[in-house]
Each structure stands twice: as C-alpha cells, then as structure tokens.
C-alpha cells in the first residue's frame, strides 16, 4: 500500500516508519526542514516529497500536524476527493494544554467540513508515539492492546484497522466520526496518564467485558 505522511512530527515520523518496516511504500511530507524529511526517509527505507507527491497515487494518508498547521498542509493537498485520510490531530491550542473545539463539534468534524469529500477516520490520537515502538516489538504477542477508531466510511475503517493492526494494535471500533465529540478529551486523559504519572509514557489500554 502507498502511504502518504502529511506530517513529519513524533506522530508521522514513527508511523510512517513502522508502516514502512511493515512493507508499506510510504511518502514523508510537509515539515519546515526538507533535510528532516530526507532523513526520516533515509532512516526508513521510504521516500520524501512535496505534499502534491505524496498525495499523489497514496492509496492511504496519515494527516500529522499541530492544530494550527491543518490549514495550511490541507491547502497544499488540494480537495482530496475520494482519499482515505486517517487523522490523529487532536484540536490543541499552541501550549497544547486545552482543546480549542469540543463537546458541541470536533476537530474530525471540522477536518470533514474542509474536505467533505476525503473518507476521514481518525485513529491513533489516543496513543502516546512512544508507545509505538514497543508495541510494534510485540505485535505478534496476544492479547494486543487497542487502539480507537472511528469514522462514518466503514472501507475507510477497514484500510485504517489493517494499518493499525500492522503497528501492532488490535482496533477498538468506537463508533461515528461524530463520537469524535468525546474520544479527543480522552486524549487528553491518556496525554495525562502517560506524561503526568509515574512508570513512562509508553501507556497502552484494553477494555474488557466481563462476562457472569
């Protein structure tokens, strides 16, 4: 699968690198530093471009910036009709301490009424990246832990989970784009967990159902 990177963060940089491990073709773009994303390529085994390359042909696309660069990497991408975009933006101010869209609308939802007709599902914003690495370590280890999807194009959830399932997770599917509502403030409970509690930020969850 062809996999474009919008995002040269911790987020983009260690996803495109997995995906790449994993025998994806994968495309890193946008970044202020061109040799940034010559380098993640480098690193990966991967390819580096303008936004335009790496849209082009992807038949996947990972959405990775801060919030306030969304406008920006969307205008280089174009309409994006038909796309899969996987989002793992979550809708923070510039110090990242408070959600700047909630309860009443989402930042999915604001990403899906910029491009109406991109196939958005957002998955990997309630995950900590440094738990990427050792979770890709033990992927053939069960139980996997999971990791939330969720979204209104069930094919878009589809290609999502198989790529979720190759860094390792095992995907959670929570429903509409609309529960978006809800799953970003968790984010940020899982923001707190990883970098405001003892034991390391590498934190993983699974739920279970009891059963008697």
Not at 9 to 38: E, N, Q
Not at 59 to 77: F, K, N, P
Not at 130 to 151: H, I
Request: proline content about 5%.
């Amino acid at each position: 699968m062809r996999i474009g990177i919008l995002g040269s963060g911790l987020m983009g940089g260690k996803l495109g690198h997995f995906w790449a491990a994993s025998g994806h073709d994968v495309c890193f773009a946008y970044s202020r530093s061109r040799s940034k994303l010559d380098r993640l390529a480098r690193e990966s085994g991967a390819s580096s471009g303008t936004v335009a390359e790496a849209v082009q042909g992807a038949d996947a696309l990972l959405l990775s910036v801060h919030w306030s660069r969304v406008g920006d990497v969307l205008e280089q991408a174009g309409d994006l009709a038909g796309q899969v975009v996987l989002n793992c933006c979550v809708p923070l101010n510039e110090s990242d301490t408070e959600l700047v869209v909630g309860t009443t609308s989402s930042g999915a939802e604001e990403l899906a009424r910029m491009r109406p007709d991109a196939r958005w599902v957002s998955c990997f914003n309630t995950s900590p990246s440094e738990s990427f690495a050792p979770v890709f370590a033990r992927k053939d280890q069960e139980p996997r832990p999971q990791l939330m999807v969720y979204g209104d194009d069930e094919e878009a959830k589809a290609v999502a989970g198989g790529l979720i399932r190759d860094i390792g997770f095992e995907p959670l599917d929570t429903g509409r784009l609309r529960n978006a509502r809800f799953v970003e403030p968790f984010a940020m409970v899982t923001a707190e967990l990883a970098y405001g509690q003892p034991g390391g930020p590498a934190l993983t969850y699974r739920f279970e159902k009891l059963r008697g």
